[in-house]
């Protein structure tokens, strides 16, 4: 079986949705589904077989990402699905349009992926129109979309009660990415701390992702004020790059926190992210609106505990309460956990042992086969026009 998967990012530009289309595509390969890639091009990357490259320029104020063309991002989807059997549509914008005109003219079976939660993302970046207003428009911009196909593809329970709430009609599929739990359980430490002059006693709370304002990270500076009166030589280390950096710095001044909080930039995620994640004694995470939590399971992975706050598609992972805390969302009683989980590590040794085993119960296989298995359905009542998919959890 071949697939499209359509989309406005992938990699070198790195977020969760280039982590799952590049997770997806290894994994899926095992379950004789090819994966062919229509993305843009962001510079001057090598040809890759199975990838088309369409030609972007820069988005004004924002040096990350691209916009391709129009016209260029259709054709080279119509041209890329002719030998396809289905096309899975990643990003909302230029790539769902193209995506879903492709299937159209060659009868084709169109699923899409909802990665992102817009009504919560649109007020940090248009603050001065009214929230309720932006909210209204994106509901009914999502509504329209996913109604228009075969298919949607959810990271988590409550973005299928989301988009339901919504008045979206398609059947909605809750399909985490899943991680490939190999890579993040070999870590080397005490050579990462060595790196970034790091003293192995010293305890150190991580974050890993994008150092944007919806990922709440202020919240966890405000916690780490709390945290340093039980063990005052905590360090948190963020590890990420994003718009809200600028910013970020400007609270650790004004907090008092120089030398507590250490930002280290992207890390490449096969040769330096893993050392990363085996350098910590704690993963803290407070995003209210992330649809799945990844990084999560990644710590998980690592044998690393989690602190992390309970919203949105991170409610999935942290429910069950194997290797994770969950305190509520005030930053005074999320710092007191963090720091009462530092100085008494020994105490919950039983969250490190328990959060690898749990982790891989969300394993980057696990899931391939459950999508492979999604797409042979779509594709044969496709084929034999038989009754609507029933959405599966």
């Known amino acids: 079986m071949r697939v499209l998967m359509v989309s406005d990012v992938y990699f070198p530009r790195v977020n969760g949705v280039s982590t799952s289309i590049e997770t997806f595509r290894q994994t899926l390969s095992v379950q004789g589904v090819e994966i062919r890639l229509v993305v843009p091009r962001y510079g001057d ?71 992102t939660l817009f009504e919560e993302y649109l007020q940090h970046y248009a603050p001065i129109v009214p929230a309720s207003w932006l909210r209204g428009q994106a509901r009914g911009f999502s509504r329209r979309q996913c109604n228009a196909l075969d298919a949607v593809v959810v990271p988590s329970t409550a973005m299928r009660q989301r988009l339901e709430s919504y008045g979206v009609t398609t059947p909605l599929h809750v399909l985490p990415t899943g991680i490939p739990l190999a890579r993040f359980a070999r870590g080397n430490g005490p050579a990462f701390r060595a790196r970034h002059g790091i003293s192995l006693g010293r305890p150190v709370a991580l974050f890993v992702g994008r150092v944007a304002h919806e990922k709440n990270i202020g919240f966890l500076l405000e916690a780490l004020v709390h945290a340093r009166r039980l063990r005052p030589e905590v360090l948190l280390v963020v590890a990420g790059e994003g718009p809200a950096m600028g910013d970020l710095k400007a609270q650790v001044r004004a907090l008092g926190l120089l030398g507590a909080v250490h930002f280290i930039g992207y890390l490449d995620r096969d040769s330096e992210l893993p050392d990363c994640y085996a350098a910590a004694d704690v993963f803290v995470f407070a995003s209210r609106t992330e649809t799945q939590g990844l990084v999560l399971l990644e710590a998980m992975a690592a044998g690393l505990p989690v602190i ?61 086969s459950r999508l492979a298995n999604l797409y042979r359905q779509l594709a044969g009542l496709k084929i034999a026009s038989e009754r609507p998919l029933t959405a599966t959890a």
């Open 45 to 115: 990357e090598p040809a890759e077989d199975g990838i088309v490259r369409v030609p972007g320029r820069p988005i004004p104020g924002d040096r990350e990402d691209r916009l391709v063309g129009w016209r260029a991002m259709h054709r080279a989807v119509l041209a890329a699905a002719r030998d396809c059997d289905l096309i899975h549509i990643q990003t909302p914008f230029i790539a769902h349009y193209a995506g879903l005109n492709a299937a159209r003219k060659l009868d084709l079976p169109v699923v899409a992926t909802y990665h």
């Open 308 to 368: 992390a706050l309970a919203e949105m598609g991170t409610i999935d992972i942290l429910a069950p309460g194997r290797g994770a805390f969950c305190p509520p969302a005030e930053a005074p009683a999320f710092g007191e956990m963090l720091g009462h989980f530092l100085s008494h590590s020994e105490a919950w040794r039983h969250l490190a042992a328990e959060a690898p085993d749990y982790a891989a119960e969300w394993s980057d296989v696990a899931m391939a």
